[in-house]
């Protein structure tokens, strides 16, 4: 559409040029006067539009980043939640494992105490009252009754305090299970808002799509890639300028020697070639590699985390400082899972793979720098095998 006003705009001021009044005597506005002004205020019109159109694509983009942002905030609580229902699953599968033992043990002191019974029922009360008769002893008596009393306290007590402990374990156990019932309903309840917000994200990228082509001629398109690849270079410049030379000595070391040694950080194809040109011709300064969505995205050497944010161009963004000015790029990704200034091992995940900025489907951008200087991944990371790296 909006290549269609440029045109319209272009035709109204060549219209303007030649419609430019020439002296006249007659104080009266003059019949090209009129169109004159008809037409400014056309372009007027005109620029108004694209200015709006402009503006809206702009708001586009801001949206787009919003719901990136909000999806990886809720892919954190739902990944949160799923660590809290394993651990109240572990904790009462090990209760249950104590409610076994205690079970039996009721069952048999039950047993137990069933037997005594029955036996003292065998020997009826005249055959207790008999021994007691025969005791001519006092002090023997006294044992006797003192005997069976603590035999008899003895057994109900264990009784009770089997029972209280079965008791108690039955209120965690069902506590347990009403906790583990309200944390999958809620798991249920975070799918459900993230497939929204996945849905939302499409739609909202639909909406970028148009406006893009409504601005897009190549030029313009040209303009939009270069500036994203601007604006990386100078947050990487920015990065580089912030780190001291001793910090640049902390830390995992070795980058350099590890070259075509890397573990990549995800497994996937390669869906887009360093050096590749891309609309425009603004070539790529690193590669996509295509995978689904929520895979584990790990770093490729040790490190510490120098940027974990939302990039225009690269969405969901983690930024690894390696030893002697070694960087790592990581974009696309559905959550983030370190904080600038954390440290990271090799292997180390540091995010989830998905499709922010923009992307139509689940994918990584992955790119080696050595300060502001791009580097092709393929000859760092192990061999490439059918275009299929991991």
Request: charged letters at 25%.
């Amino acid at each position: 559409m909006l290549p269609h006003v440029m045109k319209q705009l272009l035709l109204c001021m060549a219209c303007v040029l030649l419609a430019l009044p020439l002296p006249a005597a007659a104080q009266e506005p003059s019949i090209e006067q009129l169109e004159l002004e008809a037409v400014k205020a056309k372009i007027g019109h005109l620029t108004q539009q694209l200015q709006d159109e402009q503006q809206q694509r702009d708001t586009d983009v801001r949206l787009l980043k919003e719901t990136d942002e909000k999806i990886s905030q809720q892919s954190a609580q739902l990944s949160r939640t799923g660590e809290e229902i394993t651990a109240v699953r572990a904790r009462t599968e090990k209760l249950e494992e104590r409610l076994g033992p205690l079970r039996e043990q009721l069952t048999n002191q039950q047993q137990h105490l069933a037997q005594q019974v029955s036996a003292s029922w065998r020997m009826g009360r005249q055959q207790f009252l008999k021994l007691l008769l025969k005791q001519d002893d006092p002090a023997r008596l006294s044992r006797i009754l003192t005997y069976y009393g603590y035999l008899n306290r003895a057994r109900i007590g264990i009784i009770d305090e089997i029972r209280l402990s079965y008791e108690q374990l039955q209120e965690v156990n069902l506590a347990l299970a009403t906790q583990r019932e309200s944390l999958e309903s809620h798991l249920s309840e975070q799918a459900r808002l993230v497939s929204l917000l996945q849905e939302a994200r499409v739609e909202q990228q639909q909406i970028v799509d148009h406006w893009n082509n409504s601005i897009g001629s190549n030029q313009q398109q040209l303009e939009q890639l270069a500036k994203d690849a601007e604006d990386l270079n100078q947050l990487l410049a920015s990065i580089d300028k912030a780190i001291p030379e001793e910090f640049r000595k902390l830390g995992s070391a070795g980058f350099a020697t590890l070259k075509g040694k890397l573990v990549w950080p995800v497994s996937g194809k390669i869906t887009r070639k360093y050096g590749e040109k891309l609309s425009g011709g603004v070539v790529l300064e690193g590669l996509v590699i295509s995978l689904p969505e929520g895979k584990p995205v790990r770093s490729v050497h040790g490190g510490t985390v120098v940027f974990a944010d939302w990039l225009r161009g690269y969405g969901m963004m983690v930024i690894v400082e390696h030893d002697s000015g070694f960087m790592t790029l990581y974009g696309y990704n559905q959550e983030l899972l370190k904080q600038v200034g954390d440290k990271v091992e090799a292997g180390e995940t540091i995010g989830l793979s998905g499709r922010s900025g923009g992307q139509k489907k689940g994918s990584l951008y992955f790119a080696v720098r050595r300060g502001e200087r791009a580097m092709n991944p393929t000859h760092w990371c192990r061999a490439v095998s059918k275009g299929k790296v991991g």
